[in-house]
Every structure is written in structure tokens, then in C-alpha cells.
């Protein structure tokens, strides 16, 4: 089993930067990588960024998100955010395939945390 704990999201406005931190514990395999989702009101979960050897963004989020990885804990720095960024943020860990291509069930989750950004 692999836990996995967030941090660091919160209420901030348009432009403004917040960093969400995922500690990661448990049975945590070579062939794991770490990753954000995110599910707002009324929408699917959909892929933010995944980390790994190689790296993904959503395209919304390109050029202002970034994922970056220290052992076992991977943070999600976002600048500029948008009004359209809020949403609950979830770290997720699975093999790159699964968390990149969205095929197959991603195996681990964290709780998630709120983001809102107000105008």
C-alpha cells in the first residue's frame, strides 16, 4: 500500500501563486511516479502533471505549473493561477503509462486538497 498525504492548497487571488506539497509513504515502487489531478464542481478528474523520467502537463496549465519531485515528495508549484484553476488537487501515484495516458485505474490517492482562486 502507498499513502499519500497533500498540503498547501488554499484560497488566493487570479495571479497569485500557491505550492501544493504530496509526501509519500508506504510500499513505493521503482516503477511509481508521482502526479496531480484535479476535479472541479460539475467536472471529471482530469490530469494536471505528471513526473517521472520524462514529464506532462495539462495544456491549460503549461507554462505556469511545474512538478518537481524530492524523494518522496512531489510538489506542484502554480503561478498565475486562474479562476478556472480551482478545484480539489489530488496526488496520485501509479506507473507512468496509467498516470500519463489516463489508461487503467490509477491505484493510489491522496485525500485531495482545495484550491480557490477568486477574482
Known amino acids: 500500500q502507498v499513502q499519500l498525504v497533500e498540503s498547501g492548497g488554499g484560497l488566493v487571488q487570479a495571479g497569485g501563486s500557491l505550492r501544493l506539497s504530496c509526501v509519500a509513504s508506504?510500499?513505493?515502487?521503482?516503477?511509481?511516479?508521482l502526479g496531480w489531478f484535479r476535479q472541479a464542481p460539475g467536472k471529471q478528474r482530469e490530469l494536471v502533471a505528471v513526473g517521472g523520467s520524462n514529464t506532462k502537463y495539462a495544456d491549460s496549465v503549461k507554462g505556469r505549473f511545474t512538478i518537481s519531485r524530492d524523494k518522496n515528495t512531489v510538489y506542484l508549484q502554480m503561478n498565475n493561477l486562474k479562476v478556472e484553476d480551482t478545484a480539489v488537487y489530488y496526488c496520485?501515484?501509479?506507473?507512468?503509462?496509467?498516470?500519463?495516458?489516463?489508461?487503467?485505474?490509477?491505484?493510489?490517492w491522496g485525500q485531495g486538497t482545495q484550491v480557490t482562486v477568486v477574482s
Open positions: 496520485a501515484a501509479d506507473n507512468w503509462v496509467v498516470m500519463s495516458t489516463g489508461r487503467g485505474r490509477v491505484d493510489y
Open positions: 508506504g510500499r513505493i515502487l521503482g516503477s511509481h511516479v
